[in-house]
């Protein structure tokens, strides 16, 4: 390669590989898989070492990775938070094992544990108590994220009685379930949110939420898989592990001490096959020197510690052939590719499709063309990913695969916004799986739940020009004679469908606006905006500043409550359900006031606290006080939980608000 070839090609990995990175660590939604990017890494690393006067200083060579998210505090890690050097192969791991025998001879043990694919915490604890959790972050500093960490019910908050020193860190993997992932994520799925693509991402896009008691809701657990004291108090890691058992941590069973490499190996293959009956991903297998005055022997790289590696399991792959690509239209509209497979047997199942995502996964990063035979892959993700195409199987004249231009079900041509990887039919007004989901949302358990009503019907009345609105479901009743007509409908479930339409006017508004079906407002998002605004008209005429201003409502999210309320024919549709007597105003549970103690006083509630902010703003409300939006001089309190955003403390402090915690709002109380 010829030295500007390779100033080029280390410029592109560079800056391929931090943007990974960042979507890794960052965005918590990675784009590459673990394996590519690791081969990747090793290009780069080789190429620096060749040509080293190319070398970014600040290459992802030198460094763990990640960085640090702004709405929390950021705190240094008093061990760094490093990685483990991977392999993929027996020869990678036997040349580990020589490496080790030249440095220590051959007298030691390996620990081998399961490699848990989740995210990494850092606990601490003094006099028994758990004061601090951090995430990795870069490696140097992390999120300080104690408030969602204490929701986890596996982490001990205070230690059983036991001999553990005053102070000490421990670090462990937090991780979800995947019965536990399947759920939640079909509940996102059903609001039109954006589902997570496995557990590992869901468990890190939960940890990062503002608000805690979200993330209660959201079962997480966690397995603790290394001890760090100020002082050695443990001849081993493997002694240890025993200890930090006993003193309430939860420790994964399936570790093991191996005293040979060929032990090392019948563990790996082991699991290689039992790790599909687990109930939690697992990406490979961590072997960790047991000693540690011999782990202290063989020290450290820049990145990670000489005495352990990770042995990684690549996820398996089959190759088939591509039968054709078809396209899904849902209730907003998004078009969604599939690829429809040759059936072929991977990881225990038949898979016969996988998803495309989107035109430039077709048409940039697979160059997907009829035919193919394309290499399939399941990892954590539920629905199997095509990872290549096999170019060598491709046929001479193969066309490449289009994506349709289109849509697929009534040929209005989609519409692509600027910055968004999804095209969209805008015809929701004429699109049958647009108007016929939109309704299927509202009447669906966990919007409008009404009973006597289903799928199957509301797709049939559409049919024969009943309904196509959500407004025409509380007309129905007026067309009870000709509704008879019709082949299997008999009176008793008309009667048992037009009583529940009738009932389902007594839903509260929480309930009616997530069934509205807006873009991004699900279930959660809904009940805060109900709570936040407490009726339909405000809500409709906020500002964006104003929407942003509510709780876990982020810009993406604001601007499709905007565009959904600018549109006249959702309003005609919400004054209609209106007069129809469906609830659009919050209920508040009467307000009694507790006391007048604060009354005259302003509040902002930020951060996050062992209760829900919604709890603290109703104890403040019930004594008198007034919560404001938006920091201002007219502000006279700040309460602030564990992680104040830095540039709502920098506002507040440049105007001398008092800074407060939750004790001592309480406290004002008393
Ligand atoms: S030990 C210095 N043990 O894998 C040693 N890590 O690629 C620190 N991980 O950052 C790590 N299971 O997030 C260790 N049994 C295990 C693990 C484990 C999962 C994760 C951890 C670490 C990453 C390294």
């Known amino acids: 390669m010829s030295p500007i070839e390779a100033k080029n090609k280390i410029e592109s990995l560079t800056a391929e590989l931090k943007q990974h990175n960042y979507n890794y660590y960052v965005l918590a939604m990675p784009t590459i898989a673990d394996f590519d990017f690791d081969k990747k890494l090793e290009e780069l690393s080789a190429l620096e070492k060749q040509f080293p006067e190319f070398a970014d200083p600040d290459s992802p060579t ?117 019965k536990a992932f399947e759920r939640l994520n079909n509940e996102r799925i059903d609001a039109g949110e954006v589902p997570y693509a496995n557990p590992r991402n869901f468990a890190s896009g939960t940890i990062k939420m503002q608000d805690s008691s979200e993330v209660a809701r959201r079962p997480l657990d966690c397995f603790l898989y290394f001890l760090y004291t100020e ?41 290689d096959k039992a790790r599909f009956d687990l109930s939690y991903d697992i990406d490979g297998i961590v072997i960790k020197v047991n000693s540690y005055a011999q782990q202290q022997e063989l020290g450290f790289t820049a990145k990670s510690p000489r005495w352990a590696i990770a042995y990684k399991y690549k996820a398996e792959q089959v190759q088939t052939e591509l039968l054709a690509v078809t396209y899904q239209v849902g209730r907003t509209g998004a078009v969604t590719p599939v690829a429809n497979l040759k059936p072929v047997l991977l990881a225990g199942t038949t898979v016969k499709r996988a998803t495309l995502h989107n035109a430039d996964e077709i048409e940039k990063r697979l160059m997907l063309h009829e035919h193919d035979w394309v290499f399939v892959e399941k990892g954590g993700e539920i629905i199997p990913k095509i990872i290549a195409v096999n170019l060598d199987k491709r046929s001479p004249g193969a066309k490449p695969v289009k994506y349709v231009t ?26 049958r799986p647009q108007i016929v989901g939109k309704m299927q949302h509202f009447i669906s358990r966990r919007a409008m739940n009404i009973d006597g009503l289903g799928d199957e019907t509301i797709e049939t009345l559409y049919q024969h020009k009943f309904i196509s609105r959500i407004s025409d479901i509380y007309e129905l009743k007026n067309h009870a004679e000709d509704l008879k007509k019709m082949e299997r409908f008999g009176e008793k479930s008309i009667n048992n469908m037009l009583d529940g339409i009738e009932k389902s006017k007594e839903m509260p508004f929480e309930k009616v606006l997530f069934g509205l079906g807006i873009r991004y407002v699900g279930e959660t998002v809904a009940r805060k905006l109900a709570v936040h605004f407490k009726n339909v008209d405000s809500l409709a005429s906020a500002s964006f500043d104003e929407l942003i201003a509510a709780e876990e ?44 103690k604060l009354s005259g006083q302003t509040f902002i509630i930020s951060g996050t606290f062992e209760k829900s902010r919604d709890e603290l703003k109703d104890i403040i409300e019930q004594n008198g006080g007034k919560i404001l939006s938006s920091i201002s001089a007219k502000l006279n309190f700040v309460v602030a939980g564990d992680n104040m955003g830095p540039s709502k403390l920098e506002k507040a402090q440049k105007l001398n608000i008092p800074i407060i915690s939750d004790e001592e709002l309480f406290k004002m109380l008393e």
Not at 139 to 145: I, L
């Open 62 to 178: 030198q460094k763990v990775g990640g960085d640090i998210t702004k709405d929390f505090v950021t705190v240094r890690h008093r061990w760094p938070m490093l990685s483990l050097g991977n392999t993929y192969n027996e020869q990678e791991l036997l040349d580990f094992d020589q490496r080790i025998r030249k440095a220590i001879g051959d007298n030691f043990e390996y620990v081998c544990e399961l490699k848990f694919d989740g995210l990494s915490m850092s606990l601490t604890y003094e006099n028994g108590l758990l004061v601090r959790a951090v995430t990795r972050g870069d490696g140097v500093q992390g999120d300080d994220v104690t408030t969602n960490v204490r929701t986890i019910h596996t982490i001990p908050k205070k230690l059983r009685s036991g001999n553990y020193p005053a102070e000490f860190e421990i670090r462990g993997e937090v991780f979800m379930h995947l």
């Open 231 to 271: 002082r050695q108090i443990f001849k081993t890691h493997w002694e240890s592990l025993e200890a930090v058992k006993s003193w309430g941590f939860q420790v994964n069973d399936q570790s093991r001490l191996c005293s040979t490499i060929d032990d090392v190996f019948a563990f790996i293959s082991h699991w």
């Open 406 to 431: 289109h849509c697929p079900v009534c040929g209005t041509q989609l519409i692509r916004k600027e910055g968004e990887a999804a095209s969209y039919c805008p015809n929701d007004e004429g699109c």
């Open 553 to 596: 409502i982020g810009e993406r999210i604001a601007l499709s409550i905007l565009e959904y309320f600018s549109d006249e024919k959702h309003k005609e549709e919400i004054a209609k359900l209106k007069a129809q007597g469906l609830q659009f105003v919050t209920v508040e549970k009467e307000v009694k006031l507790a006391s007048e």
